[in-house]
């Protein structure tokens, strides 16, 4: 109550002077109208209470001026919301004629937000989103000024609309983790950030409203497997595989509000579910930081923690298959000397999702096989390149005159070959136990028909080192170029057809088995970073022209050098000659960067299938996979001792739900 006022806000208007009577300038003072109404609840005081309600219409002078001025107040809503609560809480010390001015105004505003036509920025993501903008205030108006006879038509229609939302927004987040874990977006920097808070200022509010715990049915307690996604996720030293709409500037996993979302987890489900709560006590725990007023404000003082110490994690088998999410994750352990890697295929959601079907990253000591290109400084880079199927680790089928794929950032230009939805593949296989993960995605549906006929990826692990990676491409024309991606942070090393990269103290190897006539060739360096359909969009030019058109706030973006983890360099694979039908074939081995060379591996083959046999550690590893026909193949792994496996690759996909521990 006693902080500093702010003196800014989200996006710059033309404020207008302060009230006759009051000096107090115009701004956007929500949150902090909500933490000094805290307080007043507490102790209350005749100065705070009007340093409340200057503050209070300061804000709303601000929030008419923005739309007055075709300008939205803010993308997000928590400052709206927190001067609902404080009308809420200072209901009793307030006149009628103040109730019914302020009550008004706020309700006059969200109707003004919800269908004045031409507001730059307005945020109404919806439920499929992460639900923060101004469509977020609906609920919360209705619950405080329903029945109180200042325009009880429209706080009925709020409470509805915002009820109706909530629900379609739990039953879609629930639909989204499934029985294995995650939610709104598989973006961690969306999901482990602000999408939760919809969740818990929702829970918070009905509970109070009503005097119904409504946290315990389905959808609303989809939640409780959130931490079981997150773990899979962490790679060591806090990081994570920079999915979807992420930086790339360092990768580090986004833990800032861990800390708050597991507490939050631990309050609602501590005593009803304990082990996931203790799961949640454990991602708090690795997480770090506290549950800080500054940054959670009156809520902080709400959650009850009834968990004690978290107990030891149960072992994790060495893959998990998110179906939902569209993501398989795949580790040889949980040190930092381990092998990670994820695997993108299936899913139902789009937000913040790239054109990425079968995209892989491998993490060995450093980012070995990249997600490239980067959001920062909202560029074109992010809509022609980083969205792009170019950017990933995926095959491209250039079609001449096929048109742009559009992303949300802006004018995409061209189109080099990639796919054209971000939804549609499907995980066909999957099975994982202690000496191999096998999976199979089907991305035949990400492409357009016009140009692709068959896309299918099949990647096998065999921990702790080895990927073997086969793609059967069919196109519709022999003329349409394919392209074989492996993005590195660094410059790749091509001797004939084996490749060597390295990133922080890792290091890859990369050999092309198939096609038998293959071309590999280096992309990148300096001024060549991001080529895109002939185009480097590079990331210090912008940002881009819609987002200047707009007036949108965005930092000026400025490296020496790009960043390893934007990604600098590609490896393109192509077949020498035109064909319809073509088998991509490959060995991938990491290590650290003690390792001289990658081990010598044969392959034979037949009309229908390609026979791929390597050497590792006293191990032999014999992996036949069929180039034609039904999608299969099968394993053989011999030690000294025996023969450890000898059996087909599944034509299923292995079922994984709750925690899924290896015991």
Same mark, same amino acid.
């Given at each position: 109550?006693?902080?500093?006022?702010?003196?800014?806000?989200?996006?710059?208007?033309?404020?207008?002077?302060?009230?006759?009577?009051? $000096?107090?300038?115009?701004?956007?003072?929500?949150?902090?109208?909500?933490?000094?109404?805290?307080?007043?609840?507490?102790?209350?005081?005749?100065?705070?209470?009007?340093?409340?309600?200057?503050?209070?219409?300061?804000?709303?002078?601000?929030?008419?001026?923005?739309?007055?001025?075709?300008?939205?107040?803010?993308?997000?809503?928590?400052?709206?919301?927190?001067?609902?609560?404080?009308?809420?809480?200072?209901?009793?010390?307030?006149?009628?004629?103040?109730?019914?001015?302020?009550?008004?105004?706020? @309700?006059?505003?969200?109707?003004?937000?919800?269908?004045?036509?031409?507001?730059?920025?307005?945020?109404?993501?919806?439920?499929?989103?992460?639900?923060?903008?101004?469509?977020?205030?609906?609920?919360? *108006?209705?619950?405080?000024? @329903?029945?109180?006879?200042?325009?009880?038509?429209?706080?009925?229609?709020?409470?509805?609309?915002?009820?109706?939302?909530?629900?379609?927004?739990?039953?879609?987040?629930?639909?989204?983790?499934?029985?294995?874990?995650?939610?709104?977006?598989?973006?961690?920097?969306?999901?482990?950030?602000?999408?939760?808070?919809?969740?818990?200022?929702?829970?918070?509010? =009905?509970?109070?409203?009503?005097?119904?715990?409504?946290?315990?049915?389905?959808?609303?307690?989809?939640?409780?497997?959130?931490?079981?996604?997150?773990?899979?996720?962490?790679?060591?030293?806090?990081? $994570?595989?920079?999915?979807?709409?992420?930086?790339?500037?360092?990768?580090?996993?986004?833990?800032?509000?861990?800390?708050?979302?597991?507490?939050?987890?631990?309050?609602?489900?501590?005593?009803?579910?304990?082990?996931?709560?203790?799961?949640? &006590?454990?991602?708090?725990?690795?997480?770090?930081?506290? @549950?800080?007023?500054?940054?959670? +404000?009156?809520?902080?003082? @709400?959650?009850?923690?009834?968990?004690?110490?978290?107990?030891?994690?149960?072992?994790?088998?060495?893959?998990?298959?998110?179906?939902?999410?569209?993501?398989?994750?795949?580790?040889? +352990?949980?040190?930092?000397?381990?092998?990670?890697?994820?695997?993108?295929?299936?899913?139902?959601?789009?937000?913040?999702?790239?054109?990425?079907?079968?995209?892989?990253?491998?993490?060995?000591?450093?980012?070995?096989?990249?997600?490239?290109?980067?959001?920062?400084?909202?560029?074109?880079?992010?809509?022609?390149?980083?969205?792009?199927?170019?950017?990933?680790?995926?095959?491209?089928?250039?079609?001449?005159?096929?048109?742009?794929?559009?992303?949300?950032?802006?004018?995409?230009?061209?189109?080099?070959?990639?796919?054209?939805? &971000?939804?549609?593949?499907?995980?066909?296989?999957?099975?994982?136990?202690?000496?191999?993960?096998?999976?199979?995605?089907?991305?035949?549906?990400?492409?357009?028909?016009?140009?692709?006929?068959?896309?299918?990826?099949?990647?096998?692990?065999?921990?702790?080192?080895?990927?073997?990676?086969?793609?059967?491409?069919?196109?519709?024309? *022999?003329?349409?170029?394919?392209?074989?991606?492996?993005?590195?942070?660094?410059?790749?090393?091509? $001797?004939?057809?084996?490749?060597?990269?390295?990133?922080?103290?890792?290091?890859?190897?990369?050999?092309?088995?198939?096609?038998?006539? &293959?071309?590999?060739?280096?992309?990148?360096?300096?001024?060549?970073?991001?080529?895109?359909?002939?185009?480097?969009?590079?990331?210090?030019?912008?940002?881009?022209? *819609?987002?200047?058109?707009?007036? =949108?706030?965005?930092?000026?973006?400025?490296?020496?050098?790009?960043?390893?983890?934007?990604?600098?360099?590609?490896?393109?694979?192509?077949? &020498?000659?035109?064909?319809?039908?073509?088998?991509?074939?490959?060995?991938?081995?990491? +290590?650290?960067?003690?390792?001289?060379?990658?081990?010598?591996?044969?392959?034979?083959?037949?009309?229908?299938?390609?026979?791929?046999?390597?050497?590792?550690?006293?191990?032999?590893?014999?992996?036949?996979?069929?180039?034609?026909?039904?999608? +299969?193949?099968?394993?053989?792994?011999?030690? *000294?001792?025996?023969?450890?496996?000898?059996?087909?690759?599944?034509?299923?996909?292995?079922?994984?739900?709750?925690?899924?521990?290896?015991?």
């Amino acid at each position: 109550a006693n902080g500093p006022m702010p003196t800014g806000d989200w996006i710059p208007i033309d404020n207008p002077p302060p009230r006759p009577g009051s $000096e107090l300038a115009i701004h956007d003072y929500g949150r902090l109208v909500a933490a000094c109404a805290f307080v007043y609840r507490v102790e209350p005081s005749p100065e705070l209470l009007a340093k409340i309600k200057d503050m209070l219409l300061a804000s709303l002078d601000f929030y008419e001026a923005c739309y007055e001025q075709s300008r939205e107040a803010n993308w997000y809503s928590q400052s709206r919301i927190g001067c609902f609560a404080a009308l809420d809480w200072l209901w009793d010390d307030l006149s009628v004629e103040e109730r019914q001015h302020i009550g008004k105004r706020l @309700l006059d505003h969200l109707h003004v937000g919800y269908t004045k036509p031409g507001i730059t920025y307005r945020n109404m993501g919806g439920y499929r989103s992460g639900y923060y903008g101004v469509d977020n205030c609906a609920w919360f *108006a209705g619950v405080t000024l @329903l029945n109180e006879g200042i325009d009880d038509a429209l706080a009925l229609e709020f409470l509805k609309m915002g009820y109706d939302t909530y629900g379609k927004l739990f039953t879609h987040r629930a639909s989204a983790a499934g029985d294995d874990g995650g939610g709104g977006s598989p973006t961690l920097a969306y999901l482990l950030a602000t999408y939760p808070n919809a969740e818990w200022a929702f829970f918070h509010s =009905y509970g109070a409203a009503t005097g119904e715990d409504i946290t315990q049915k389905a959808p609303y307690n989809y939640s409780t497997l959130l931490p079981n996604y997150i773990l899979w996720n962490w790679l060591p030293g806090g990081l $994570e595989f920079g999915y979807g709409d992420t930086a790339h500037l360092d990768n580090k996993l986004p833990k800032s509000g861990l800390y708050g979302h597991m507490s939050q987890l631990i309050h609602f489900f501590g005593n009803t579910q304990p082990e996931l709560a203790a799961q949640a &006590a454990a991602v708090r725990e690795r997480a770090g930081g506290s @549950l800080s007023a500054a940054t959670w +404000g009156f809520m902080a003082l @709400l959650l009850d923690d009834t968990t004690g110490p978290p107990p030891a994690m149960p072992p994790m088998p060495p893959a998990r298959h998110f179906e939902n999410m569209g993501q398989v994750f795949m580790r040889s +352990g949980d040190g930092p000397d381990d092998t990670y890697a994820l695997f993108a295929c299936g899913g139902t959601l789009a937000q913040h999702r790239h054109f990425d079907a079968t995209h892989f990253t491998i993490y060995h000591r450093g980012f070995l096989a990249l997600d490239t290109g980067t959001r920062q400084g909202n560029t074109d880079n992010l809509q022609n390149y980083y969205a792009q199927t170019v950017a990933h680790n995926c095959i491209q089928i250039k079609m001449p005159g096929e048109p742009p794929i559009p992303y949300w950032n802006g004018t995409v230009f061209g189109n080099d070959g990639g796919q054209y939805k &971000a939804l549609g593949s499907k995980v066909i296989a999957f099975e994982t136990g202690p000496e191999f993960t096998y999976v199979a995605g089907d991305a035949t549906a990400a492409y357009r028909p016009e140009k692709c006929s068959q896309m299918v990826r099949q990647m096998v692990f065999v921990p702790p080192y080895h990927f073997v990676v086969l793609d059967r491409v069919v196109s519709t024309d *022999a003329t349409y170029t394919k392209r074989w991606l492996l993005h590195t942070a660094r410059e790749p090393r091509i $001797e004939g057809l084996t490749v060597a990269a390295d990133q922080g103290e890792g290091r890859l190897f990369c050999r092309t088995l198939l096609p038998a006539d &293959a071309i590999v060739e280096p992309v990148g360096g300096p001024g060549k970073e991001f080529l895109a359909d002939g185009v480097n969009y590079a990331i210090d030019a912008g940002p881009s022209q *819609a987002r200047i058109d707009n007036k =949108y706030p965005v930092g000026k973006v400025a490296y020496e050098q790009v960043p390893e983890l934007m990604g600098r360099w590609r490896v393109e694979v192509s077949p &020498a000659a035109a064909r319809t039908d073509d088998v991509f074939l490959h060995l991938i081995q990491v +290590g650290d960067q003690t390792l001289e060379r990658m081990d010598d591996a044969t392959i034979t083959q037949t009309t229908d299938t390609a026979t791929l046999t390597f050497t590792h550690g006293g191990k032999t590893v014999t992996i036949i996979l069929n180039t034609t026909g039904d999608i +299969g193949g099968s394993i053989r792994i011999e030690t *000294a001792g025996g023969v450890t496996v000898d059996r087909p690759l599944t034509q299923d996909v292995m079922h994984q739900e709750g925690l899924a521990t290896a015991n």
